[in-house]
């Protein structure tokens, strides 16, 4: 019995087929025209950033700060020759090997609102058909209502859709935002940092619960391309087995 030579590159994967199962649901031509932009690639942003590899996304560009430690390996899916290292080149070698032919950019730094410039963003970017500027998707993957609120005041004028992702224990919530420049909801989820949940550092979060995250983030991405009007305003308790929608 021969083994796979873990050195010997990745076969080339027709381009025909790759997606052959999913264009009903994600229509190629819409989202070959995108770039993701995945800011935190902790417990959520990780699988946003590998559900996305596996989509099929063109463009995608990682925004972190923080190196993988041992107590990443659990709740966030990394693995342990990732130990050390940066959790962006981690999580991009990762969507690499996923799909080959995406451009992968990982960016480590922590998002100041001097980052928008850096990373070359215009008010175009969230144009669509008429910009030769790719539409903008932003995958708000933080951890902290005051990263959020930045994130936001930043980033609003320059993105198409705006996702962000929750996590606290096994409740998630997910938020979209489908004209971030004229939304006037996404904001009175910005709470102060006073009221957020503050449970045992033991029980943060789990990966199953960041993956369903993720999911139902990348659904609402698929919504939009599709263009059919994303729910704004979702929240799943895994231990309830409760589903609210606003």
């Not at 993988?68 to 991009?92: F, I, M, R, S």
């Not at 950019?105 to 969230?126: D, I, N």
């Not at 904001?187 to 550092?201: I, N, V």
């Not at 995250?213 to 231990?239: H, I, K, S, Y």
């Amino acid at each position: 019995m021969t083994t796979a030579d873990p050195q010997a590159p990745a076969p080339a994967i027709p381009t025909l087929t790759r997606d052959a199962r999913q264009r009903d649901l994600v229509p190629p031509e819409r989202l070959s025209s995108c770039h993701a932009l995945v800011i935190g690639v902790g417990a959520i942003g990780r699988q946003v950033a590998s559900q996305l590899a596996a989509l099929g996304m063109p463009h995608m560009t990682l925004v972190d700060d923080d190196r993988v430690g041992v107590e990443n390996l659990a709740a966030q899916g990394y693995w342990p020759a990732d130990l050390g290292h940066a959790k962006v080149q981690a999580t991009a070698h990762l969507c690499r090997s996923i799909h080959p032919a995406g451009i992968i950019t990982p960016v480590m730094q922590r998002f100041a609102r001097s980052s928008v410039k850096r990373l070359g963003l215009t008010e175009s970017s969230a144009v669509t058909s008429s910009s030769s500027a790719l539409p903008l998707i932003c995958f708000a993957c933080v951890d902290s209502i005051a990263t959020r609120r930045l994130l936001w005041d930043a980033l609003r004028p320059h993105v198409a859709l705006w996702l962000d992702g929750r996590m606290a224990a096994e409740t998630l919530r997910v938020l979209a935002a489908d004209h971030p420049a004229t939304d006037d909801y996404y904001a009175s989820t910005l709470f102060d940092a006073a009221q957020a949940y503050t449970g045992s550092c033991t029980s943060r979060g789990t990966i199953y619960t960041a993956s369903i995250a993720a999911g139902f983030m990348l659904a609402q991405f698929a919504r939009w391309l599709r263009r059919v009007t994303v729910e704004r305003d979702q929240t799943l308790n895994l231990l309830a087995c409760e589903l609210n929608t606003l």
